[in-house]
């Protein structure tokens, strides 16, 4: 590793990546790898579904063209039931974005009671989520909105410390949340062991409206042909006398369109009662047509899955390249550490303490757009300044493979920099 070093050798390796970045500036590049977007040929894989649905009624006789119908079509949520773990009683279907469902929940949760509330969390003294890191910066910047304080909790590779977890929730009553993906996290593609669930379903909670956040966003987008498993979240909540302990979210974002899914949520009988009646009163039910364009178009469960495949197929080797290039250019350096996930979106790449925001801006200066260091803690503040979520999906592979080149050097010249202070 270059700690091993003496100062001759680190000197000439800062050397060479000096004149590696300044290279890559002149080549002028313009890239981006900031969001986690399916690309414009995985879009494409649904083309069909822009002349869909080729009739208007549901199986019930349902005409999807009229109001009506608060949960959803019953055949769409029946698609996805088993996927999100949900039953299908259990199941909103709702419009497009899981994250206005988030959000709306935090706001009904706010201006209203939820089941088990003492008082509206508007009317709290103060309200704390818990916030595994790395995590998704969309959640923490919709808790800010609302004036949420959020409390960093670290991550192993079996999920949250739930040492730390267990004891926050205990004992803090202001504690109302945690913010939980599941599967495939983002961006660190850590899914959560069986334990880890069970302990978050089971655990004591101070406040008796004590909410967990179940963003399962990735539960079918693998990676690879054995695609991870999680625990039955409602269901041990359910078992251990916890049952309106969890929401669940999920959406078909990143299966069908990003901009014209379908989202959902799942619940305990009583949430989802709850979120009925709060949705009701802001809309007379929810686009039923894009519900059954995604019935006819997806036909069931495997359909889903078989349509995964086909993404994967065009996000693996994106995946692939950067595991390969990052181990050209910097295994054994000791400069850096990465991700190899199993599915999901993103890469989680590690560099000295301290370097993160110096490497983001050098890959800047070169002309790649990462996505700013500091997003995937709350506050966009990581203490340590060592982690960069990488979004491989929305460039074409050559540019990928381009960006993540240039990234390495700008990993190697911070990093020598910052080994010879
Ligand atoms: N949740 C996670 C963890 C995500 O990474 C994303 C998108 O990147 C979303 C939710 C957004 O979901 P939706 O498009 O359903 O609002």
Redesign the pocket.
């Known amino acids: 590793t270059f700690s091993a070093l003496n100062l001759d050798e680190l000197t000439a390796q800062r050397d060479r990546a000096l004149s590696d970045y300044d290279a890559l500036v002149r080549r002028g590049l313009s890239l981006d790898l900031t969001?986690?977007k399916p690309s414009a040929r995985q879009l494409d894989l649904a083309a069909a579904m822009l002349t869909l649905p080729s009739g208007h009624t549901a199986a019930d006789g349902t005409d999807c063209r009229n109001y009506g119908g608060p949960q959803g079509l019953p055949e769409v949520r029946a698609m996805f039931s088993r996927l999100l773990q949900v039953p299908v009683a259990q199941l909103v279907a709702a419009n497009?974005?899981?994250?206005?469902l988030m959000h709306d929940s935090i706001v009904h949760a706010m201006l209203g009671r939820l089941p088990g509330s003492e008082r509206r969390w508007a009317d709290e003294p103060r309200i704390a989520f818990l916030c595994p890191v790395p995590g998704?910066d969309?959640?923490f910047a919709l808790s800010e909105r609302f004036g949420i304080e959020l409390i960093a909790v670290p991550m192993d590779d079996e999920g949250p410390d739930m040492d730390v977890v267990e004891r926050l929730v205990r004992e803090d009553a202001q504690v109302k949340g945690i913010w939980c993906?599941p599967k495939y996290s983002?961006p660190s593609g850590v899914s959560y062991g069986e334990e880890t669930v069970r302990r978050l379903a089971a655990m004591p909670a101070a406040a008796p409206d004590f909410r967990i956040f179940w963003?399962n966003?990735?539960a079918v987008h693998h990676l690879t042909d054995t695609p991870v498993e999680i625990a039955d979240i409602l269901a041990l909540c359910a078992e251990n006398g916890n049952p309106d302990r969890a929401f669940v979210?999920g959406?078909t974002?990143?299966i069908t369109f990003?901009g014209g899914?379908v989202?959902f949520f799942g619940s305990s009988p009583a949430n989802v009662a709850w979120m009925t009646g709060n949705t009701g009163k802001r809309t007379i039910g929810p686009d039923k047509i894009n519900h059954l364009r995604h019935v006819e178009f997806l036909r069931d469960e495997d359909g889903v899955l078989e349509h995964m495949r086909r993404h994967r197929e065009l996000i693996r080797p994106k995946f692939e390249a950067v595991d390969l290039i990052l181990t050209k250019e910097l295994g054994g350096t000791g400069l850096a550490s990465w991700s190899s996930p199993l599915g999901g979106?993103f890469i989680s790449l590690d560099v000295l303490e301290g370097c993160a925001r110096q490497v983001v801006s050098r890959a800047a200066g070169a002309g790649i757009a990462l996505t700013p260091a500091g997003a995937t803690h709350p506050y966009g503040d990581d203490p340590r300044d060592s982690t960069i979520r990488i979004a491989p999906t929305y460039p074409e592979l050559d540019e990928v493979e381009l960006a993540i080149s240039g990234l390495a050097t700008c990993v190697r010249l911070v990093g020598t920099e910052k080994l010879l202070e």
């Open positions: 969001r986690g497009n974005s899981s994250l206005s998704y969309r959640h993906v983002n963003d966003a990735y979210f959406s974002s990143k990003a899914g989202a979106y």
